[in-house]
């Protein structure tokens, strides 16, 4: 009799904290006006400072997106795209720029508050999806930190022993790293020392990292601009027949390819905290480094495909070779210059994003109060800023990050598509204000079950196209989307974003759009990316009901999205 009361008793108590997870995973964040936020932290003492301008907003969202790949990506996609990777780069920007309009919207409409994608999903969905939209987004940046650094330190080398002293006389384990134990550890002393220095410039303050970033970005654009005007001269339009020689199918895929190239505009977004007039600006800083982005890259694209038929391009260093084999040595110098700078500020300001992220989640309880606290001097982010910089330099001085590449960019796909959802559900969220019907849930779950046959719909013809299945299942897929997005469409619902600046324009089409693009595009990724994105969930999952959902401030959340009571509608 006991045991059994005893059983009755343990599925009583697993039930309730069951439904107690659930409860907190429901839980919407609400957030303040952006006077108000503002000055409930400046007189808690604990808010960062105004201090970036638009052109620092800019900058930092070129910074971010064009590191040593436009020297060397360009080449890489040309060889089987031929002259059409122009194309790809074309096609792939348009598809950023949409995604850069759903994040311009939302960084207008919350400009108070740090958080990006994360904060956005806060208050469009649940908690349980901002955390797991943190976590997947904040392996791609640790992993991706630790790579860029390795990569940062080979180009440093390489620059040094373009002198005669230093040629052959840095060991391995400066530069490239020292395999050990069959590859599986590779050590290196140089990437966490350009870490530890980084680091360092971020812990001073955002105008001195903003001050770094802005002369390294103008050093890398310069030189760029440079490589396109000194290459023009060389072009011979005979190399640009045929354009795509391998038919459009390989300059979609160079498309699927370079897409990656323009990551980093989103950096702006985080930024949101530090901008003198962020309602303002971040719209314009998102879209105004987008498009430099897109022009470069294009340029660098028509000049190399120009100077050199694609079938001779290297793989390694494609655009330095086409202007040695031209008799421009000199450029060559250059470019692995360029290469140091834009590798150096995509660095910079990646971990300046960790921060920020780690700092949002601090402030709301979903971690520990010590990454949320600002140093009352530097009005930086002190210990989160840190916590960033030992973890990449761990992972950079111990483990070849290089053989986790494959499993990167799950965590920005999914980022970019759940920003695109965020913008639809909050237009929901604003009919239900204007409107104040009490067939708002349904209407707001049937919105969201309509972007998730959207989300399913992309990964489906992803894989399909991957596979090479029939052009049937392929446009099966796209239908279904299109008869998701029509039913979204037709709701009539998204007039205009309240309490926005900025408003995305075509919603809903323009989100579902990014949406099946992004996860199509996640289809292409290697499996074990797709591994990596279930056991992190599962992971993820298991730290908030362990911690998150114990520790999460109440104060501004909100328990479930209910419809509101025929009295409150009248």
């Known amino acids: 009799m006991g045991g059994h009361q005893g059983s009755s008793t343990e599925r009583f108590s697993s039930a309730t904290w069951f439904s107690q997870l659930c409860a907190s995973a429901r839980r919407f964040k609400s957030l303040a006006p952006p006077s108000l936020e503002t000055a409930v932290r400046s007189t808690s003492g604990d808010s960062l400072v105004r201090r970036l301008g638009l052109f620092d907003l800019i900058l930092l969202g070129i910074g971010a997106s064009i590191g040593a790949g436009v020297f060397v990506v360009t080449g890489t996609v040309a060889r089987d795209a031929g002259p059409g990777v122009t194309i790809s780069f074309l096609l792939a920007g348009a598809s950023c720029v949409l995604n850069a309009l759903c994040y311009a919207e939302l960084a207008s409409r919350f400009p108070a508050v740090v958080g990006g994608a994360y904060m956005y999903s806060y208050s469009a969905f649940n908690e349980i999806t901002a955390f797991l939209v943190f976590v997947q987004l904040m392996l791609d940046y640790h992993i991706g930190a630790a790579s860029i650094s390795r990569s940062l330190a080979s180009y440093a080398v390489a620059l040094l022993e373009l002198f005669p002293a230093f040629k052959g006389c840095i060991p391995l384990w400066i530069g490239s790293g020292q395999e050990l134990f069959g590859g599986f550890l590779s050590f290196n002393i140089l990437a966490p020392i350009l870490l ?75 930024s949101a905290e530090e901008s003198n007039n962020p309602q303002r600006d971040l719209p314009i800083g998102i879209m105004g480094s987008l498009l430099v982005c897109i022009s470069l890259y294009i340029g660098v694209c028509l000049v190399l495909t120009g100077m050199v038929p694609f079938s001779l391009l290297s793989e390694d260093a494609p655009l330095a070779e086409a202007f040695s084999s031209k008799g421009m040595k000199f450029v060559s110098i250059l470019i692995s210059i360029g290469a140091v700078a834009g590798l150096t500020t995509t660095l910079l300001v990646g971990l300046y994003v ?9 402030r709301d309880g979903l971690l520990p109060s010590f990454f949320s606290r600002i ?15 030992i973890v990449a330099a761990v992972l950079a001085g111990i483990f070849n990050v290089h053989s986790l590449s494959h499993i990167l960019s799950v965590g920005t796909l999914t980022g970019y598509s ?35 046959i959207i989300a399913c719909s992309g990964f489906g013809a992803g894989v399909f196209y991957r596979f090479s299945a029939s052009v049937i299942f ?44 992004n996860i199509f595009l996640f289809a292409q990724l290697h499996y074990e990316a797709w591994i990596r994105f279930v056991v992190v969930s599962v992971l993820a999952t298991a730290v908030y009901a362990l911690y998150g959902q114990y520790h999460a401030d109440a104060s501004t959340l909100i328990y479930q999205r209910a419809p509101e009571s025929e009295s409150d509608s009248e």
């Open 354 to 362: 960790q921060s920020r992220l780690y700092l949002g989640l601090g």
């Open 418 to 452: 759940v920003v695109a959802a965020c913008v639809v559900a909050l237009r929901l969220n604003d009919n239900k204000e204007r409107e104040s019907s009490n067939r708002w849930t349904s209407s707001w779950h049937e919105g969201v079950i309509c972007l998730v």
């Open 196 to 270: 530890a220095l980084l680091t360092l410039v971020l812990c001073q303050g955002v105008r001195e990292s903003s001050a770094v970033n802005s002369v390294m970005t103008a050093t890398k654009v310069v030189i760029v601009l440079v490589v396109i005007c000194a290459g023009a001269f060389d072009i011979d339009v005979a190399n640009w027949s045929p354009f795509a020689p391998n038919g459009f199918k390989a300059v979609l895929t160079g498309a699927t390819v370079v897409f990656f190239s323009y990551v980093g505009f989103d950096a702006v977004a985080n």
């Open 375 to 389: 140093h009352p001097t530097l009005h930086t982010p002190l210990h989160s800023q840190i916590w960033c910089g």
């Open 474 to 517: 392929l446009l099966l897929s796209v239908g279904v989307a299109v008869s998701a997005s029509a039913v979204l469409h037709y709701r009539r619902a998204y007039a205009q974003s309240l309490g926005s600046g900025f408003c995305c324009p075509g919603v809903p089409i323009v989100p579902c759009v990014c949406i099946f693009f």
